[in-house]
């Protein structure tokens, strides 16, 4: 089955730090620009951020700008979200993807998601 599946989830308290990754099954993640997205209760699913099948160039949603780093490991077929100065609104499930990098759009290989909490 060809998926992406998310890991490194979890309660962070506001100002902290988490990373996810995400790891590829059944297929070669190093041909796809992959991206980050989120969806909180209640709201719709919006785009986080998304690199370039070479990592050479990253497109980041204004609210996290600053504080979260896209990076990916071809070697590894994974790809990472760095997420630091977390805040309360950054709570969330978060779900990679293939993505149109300049789009901040998700279309294709969607993983079941991780769930990211802050609170203190």
């Known amino acids: 089955q060809l998926q992406l599946v998310e890991s490194g989830g979890g309660l962070v308290q506001p100002g902290g730090s988490l990373r996810l990754s995400c790891a590829a099954s059944?297929?070669?993640?190093?041909?796809?620009?992959i991206g980050w997205f989120r969806q909180a209760l209640g709201k719709g699913r919006e785009g986080v951020a998304c690199?370039?099948?070479?990592?050479?160039?990253?497109n980041y949603a204004d609210s996290v700008k600053g504080r979260f780093t896209i990076s990916r490991d071809n070697a590894k077929n994974t790809v990472y979200l760095e997420m630091n100065s977390m805040k309360p609104e950054d709570t969330a499930r978060y779900y990679c993807?293939?993505?149109?990098?300049?789009?901040?759009?998700?279309?294709?290989?969607w993983g079941p998601g991780t769930q990211v909490t802050v609170s203190s």
């Open positions: 993807a293939a993505c149109v990098e300049e789009r901040l759009m998700g279309y294709d290989y």
């Open positions: 059944g297929f070669t993640l190093a041909y796809y620009s």
């Open positions: 690199i370039s099948r070479s990592g050479g160039r990253t």
